[in-house]
């Protein structure tokens, strides 16, 4: 072969090296992913079921969310017809899922109550109320607030019969030390528990009727 094929072969040869040395040689890119989980409210609760004779049951669910919060980036709402996604903020799990906990939890606080069992549930649990919800906004702005806005409906867990339904809209202010909004948004499921809680009260007290509250 000679000397001048030769040099023109080398020629991509050495640079498919150099490439690949390069590669070798690049320190490995810093994982920035940061992970976020709502929690459940401390300390009393603003309304108790604690003169109760027996604990309520409830069934808590289905919960549905709208196909934009089914996702592990953290939303934030540039606009009414414009989001971004977070880079690097991250929910630590399905926040569908991490929703229905926290507000089980809220729950349970607000009616002095353990029994609560979770959608789907199996067998034929004995339960006094059901509560489904339908989100329809879930997320922080710009303007550093928070917004959850959803339709519920308590049902009587006997008979299915619907005994109250209504729309809330529950906005929090999202503090400097709250990067990523999880505080706040925890604080408005805590208050939908309040607003489901006091419904369950009036239901309770007045078996048979249906609760005329509104939020």
Partial sequence: MSTPLMRLLMVPALGVLLLTTACT????????????ILSPQQGAPEATHANSQRQLSLGLGPINF??????RQLVTRINNDQLQLSENKRWAESL???????????LAMQL??????????????SIDY???VQ??????D???????????VIKDGKTGQELFSTDSNISSAVSLTDTAGSQ?????VNTLSVQIAQSIERLSAAPGKVASQSF
């Fill in 184 to 188: 706040a948004l925890s604080n408005d």
């Fill in 130 to 132: 059901r509560i489904e």
């Fill in 96 to 106: 569908d899922a991490n929703f229905q906990r926290v507000l089980s939890q809220d």
């Fill in 25 to 36: 040689i690049l320190p490995p890119r810093k994982d920035m992913s940061q992970f976020f």
């Fill in 135 to 140: 989100v329809h906004r879930f997320d922080t």
């Fill in 142 to 152: 710009a303007a550093n607030q928070s917004e959850l806005i959803a339709g519920w």
């Fill in 66 to 71: 709208p196909g934009y919060l089914k996702r």
């Fill in 112 to 125: 002095n109550t353990q029994r609560i069992v979770l959608f789907p549930w199996f067998g034929n649990p």
